[in-house]
């Protein structure tokens, strides 16, 4: 195949709109006023081959889900983002975990900075429980609507039926 005839490749040479501090500004905003509708829905345990245990907790709001919060079944108390705990020799008792959680919840506090993701064309804003990073809310570019986690909404979904 000689090269004339190979099809070209198109680089992006797409801009991204710029994005201002008042967006962001206005992306926490929206999940202050959001954070006291927001509620937890019901523990997703996943137990491994090992005999590991491994707690999930979705953070719901109008019946969607915007993200997992792991729980810490030894601790009993969430676990920081991006530290899903597991456990060996447990049992999880999920009347717990529910009744920890609704106390978690009156404790989350919105945290005063954001990070943009650029290839979900979201902003992201922290939750914190005490010291930890326990949830990342997905808000919209000019900072208006919350957008939910879609597959953990099925999964959640699933589970309730």
Avoid: N
Avoid at 115 to 134: G, H, N, Q
Avoid at 145 to 158: K, Q, S, W
């Amino acid at each position: 195949m000689s090269k004339e005839s190979a099809p070209p490749v198109r680089v992006s040479t797409r801009v991204s709109p710029s994005i201002d501090v008042s967006q962001a500004e206005r992306a926490i905003e929206t999940v202050r006023r959001a954070l006291p509708y927001m509620f937890f829905g019901p523990p997703i345990v996943r137990r491994g081959p090992a005999g590991d245990v491994h707690v999930d907790v979705p953070l719901m709001y109008h019946d969607y889900a915007l993200d997992r919060v792991h729980y810490d079944p030894v601790a009993r108390c969430p676990s920081p983002k991006g530290r899903p705990a597991k456990a060996f020799g447990v049992e999880v008792d999920l009347d717990e975990v529910r009744m920890v959680m609704d106390s978690v919840l009156k404790e989350l506090r919105v945290v005063d900075a954001v990070e943009f993701r650029e290839p979900e064309d979201a902003w992201i804003v922290p939750l914190a429980w005490k010291l930890y990073i326990v949830a990342h809310i997905k808000v919209s570019r000019d900072g208006s609507e919350l957008i939910p986690d879609v597959g953990l909404t099925a999964e959640v979904r699933r589970l309730v039926k």
